[in-house]
C-alpha cells in the first residue's frame, strides 16, 4: 500500500461523509479519532507552561543554592564503608555516610558525616560542600539540573497525556466494533434463512 491510500484511508475514517454505508458508530469513531487528535495538540503548549514553571522554580533553586553553599576539604576520621561487591555487576562505586571534621569559612571546626567513597581510608581528604551554616548538605543544583528536570517533566506529562487519550481512544473503538459487530448480527439473522 503506498503513502496517499494510507492518507486517503486516514481521510475517510476521519471523515465519513455523506457515505450511504457509514453507520453512527462511523461518525462517533471519526469524532473520537479528530478529539484525540486535538487533546493531544492542544496538550502541548499546557506540558510547555508546566515545564516551564519547574525550570523557573528549579533554576531560582540553584541560584539560591550556588551562592549559599561552598565547597570545603574534610578528612575522615574513620574508614569509609568496605566495598560491596554486586553479584555480576562486581564491586559497587558508592557513597556511605563517614564521620570527619572540616573548617567552615569563619574557622570554626565541625565534626560530622559526610558522604565517602566506599573503601576510603581515615585521614583521607574528601570534598564537601556546607551551606552558610558550616552542616554539611548535598551539592548544589546546576542550572543544568534545573534545564534538565524542566525538559524532563514536560515531555513526561506530555508523553502520559498522550497515552491516557490514545488508550481512551483505544478503548471507544473496542466498545464501536463491539456494536458494529451486535448489528450486523442482527442484520444477519434478520436475513438468514430459518
Known sequence: MNTSSHWSRAWRLVRPGRNPLARREDRVEAFTVVLAIVLVIVALPV??????????????????????RYRVEATLLEDGAPIAIGGRAGAVQDTSPAEATWVTRDGATRVGDV??????LAGTKVPVWLDEAGNAVDAPTTALDARLLGVGTGVGLWLAFTVVVLAGQRCGQFLLDRARWARWQEEWREFAPH
Open 47 to 68: 506540558a510547555a507552561a508546566v515545564a516551564s514553571g519547574v525550570f523557573a522554580a528549579r533554576s531560582e533553586q540553584a541560584a539560591t543554592e550556588q551562592a549559599t
Open 115 to 120: 558522604q565517602a567513597t566506599r573503601g576510603t
